[in-house]
């Protein structure tokens, strides 16, 4: 069955100019990528996004970190992979959530470090099931910024000035 998963490139991973290492990383899985962008991340969608962390002594720390506060790099690249068992092979790609116990060949493995503030900063985040997945995907993406219909969408009148090219 295709899963899709959510794909981060955190802060230090743009920082580090680590984006074509990575995309090369996850292209031995074979999935398709159906989504992808460059996100400037307010700190509502970081909250939203580690909501499961809140009250943890890193969670501050964290927040800053994924708005790229920490690095000086205020974006993340968001991508969206699909395929057979993409939440597992992707997940097995980046390694463990700790730089330090992850395999030296993932990419937190090879890539990642932890702070002096506690925090690790481990270069990519992946979706870690598929109810997260769905979760994250809809918090990060609109229905039209994906090429396949992945869950069911309803129309809304909304009257909203829009940015167009002068
Ligand atoms: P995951 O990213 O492997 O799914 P989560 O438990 O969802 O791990 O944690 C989200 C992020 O919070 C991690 O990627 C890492 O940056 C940070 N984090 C998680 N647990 C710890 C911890 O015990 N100490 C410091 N940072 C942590
Ligand atoms: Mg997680």
């Known amino acids: 069955m295709n899963q899709a998963v959510l794909i981060l490139i955190k802060p230090d991973g743009l920082k580090k100019s680590l984006t074509g290492n990575i995309?090369?990383?996850?292209?031995e899985?074979?999935?398709?990528?159906?989504?992808?962008?460059m996100v400037r991340v307010s700190q509502e969608l970081a909250c939203e996004h580690y909501k499961h962390l809140k009250g943890k002594p890193f969670?501050?720390?964290l927040i800053k970190y994924?708005?790229?506060e920490l690095h000086d790099r205020k974006k993340v690249m968001a991508l969206v992979y699909w395929g057979p068992e993409a939440i597992k092979k992707c997940r097995e790609l980046a390694g463990a959530t700790n730089p330090e116990?992850?395999?030296?060949t993932s990419i937190r493995g090879s890539y990642g470090r932890?702070?002096?503030?506690?925090?690790?900063?481990?270069?990519?985040?992946?979706?870690?099931?598929?109810?997260?997945?769905?979760?994250?995907?809809k918090l990060w993406f609109n229905?039209?910024?994906?090429?396949?219909?992945?869950?069911s969408i309803k129309?809304?009148?909304?009257?909203?000035k829009l940015a167009v090219w002068a």
């Open 23 to 27: 995309l090369t990383r996850l292209s």
């Open 114 to 137: 932890i702070t002096t503030s506690g925090v690790y900063e481990n270069v990519i985040h992946v979706s870690s099931d598929v109810t997260e997945a769905e979760r994250e995907i």
């Open 66 to 68: 994924l708005q790229g």
């Open 143 to 151: 229905p039209e910024e994906i090429i396949v219909d992945l869950y």
């Open 59 to 61: 969670f501050n720390d």
């Open 29 to 37: 899985t074979k999935l398709e990528i159906i989504a992808a962008k």
């Open 101 to 104: 116990e992850a395999e030296s």
């Open 155 to 160: 129309s809304v009148e909304e009257k909203k």
